[in-house]
């Protein structure tokens, strides 16, 4: 998508100059909190979801307004840290942002190997950032940290991942282990240890067919890594459960669209479980772990 706006986003590439007729996919203006304000109290809730509108506020932040699946409005609410401001934009109002246009956010990274988008996902903490980084320092691209949108394409609905932006969210110990330079990169808001590091060279920004799903989990009885391959029941629960901010399917009346499409993910690709142990570094292992499996044709 190709957005337009007022508020600085640094995370984003700057495309240039759009060409005469030419429209952005997503318009984003800031205005102030009052009128909005006003809307979610009539509302009696900080979620409202009416007449093609979608308000919610994060507060001590701001009020999001998103209005039929292109504009967005940020009212920043008095003393708000703009970076913070800016987080749950690029997030959490994106995320919503793709459910309206039907286009499904994961909760993971993903990375292309062979042409092909694989994707990884699990909770906060399971090492989805630092298993993709680890895949880029050898050589593979990244397509997308964080949220991976994910669409049907074309007449035969293929499974496609779109580019997000290029930077990964990592752990200072990510960055230490994969040898990388920490002293220029900024930290994430309220993670202090936690830094935005710009992946510009090895960046995917093209849509990519998705190939495969690994989910990452941690086990305290695990002595190594393991992989196992899931049943089809499986493979639904994983999608439907590391939807992006799945909470706010049920808020925009999405449940059937949801169900739908986990349901058309699930059946097209194979799905494994990654299991690693609790303490140590793993993510080589994992990687190795990844590609042979790849290799093997198992995904």
Known sequence: MRISSSIPLPELPVSGPMKEKEHPDVFIESASPDKLWEELELG???????????????????????????????????????????????????????????????????????GKAYAFLGDSGAGKSTLAATLV?????????????????????????????PQQKLWQESIDQLGLASGHYQSVYRETTKFAVPVLSRFCNEPVPLAGLFELVKSESEPAVSIRRLSNLDRLRIVLMHTYRNMLIPRLGLEQWHFKIASGVADQVNVHQLIRPTNGFTAQDLAAEIIRTIDKGGV
Do not use: Q, W
């Open 44 to 114: 009696g809730s900080n979620f409202l979801y009416k007449d093609g509108r979608f308000l919610f506020l994060i507060p001590e932040t701001a009020i999001y307004c998103i209005e039929d699946a292109y504009r967005i409005t940020v009212a920043p609410l008095t003393g708000a840290d703009p970076e913070k401001v800016r987080v749950y934009l690029l997030g959490t109002c994106m995320g919503a942002l793709l459910m309206i246009r039907n286009v499904l956010p994961l909760h993971g990274s993903a990375i292309m190997i062979g």
């Open 137 to 165: 320092s050898k050589g593979y691209e990244l397509i997308s940290d964080d949220v991976i949108p994910v669409s049907f394409a074309g007449e035969g609905g293929r499974l496609v991942v779109m580019p997000s932006y």
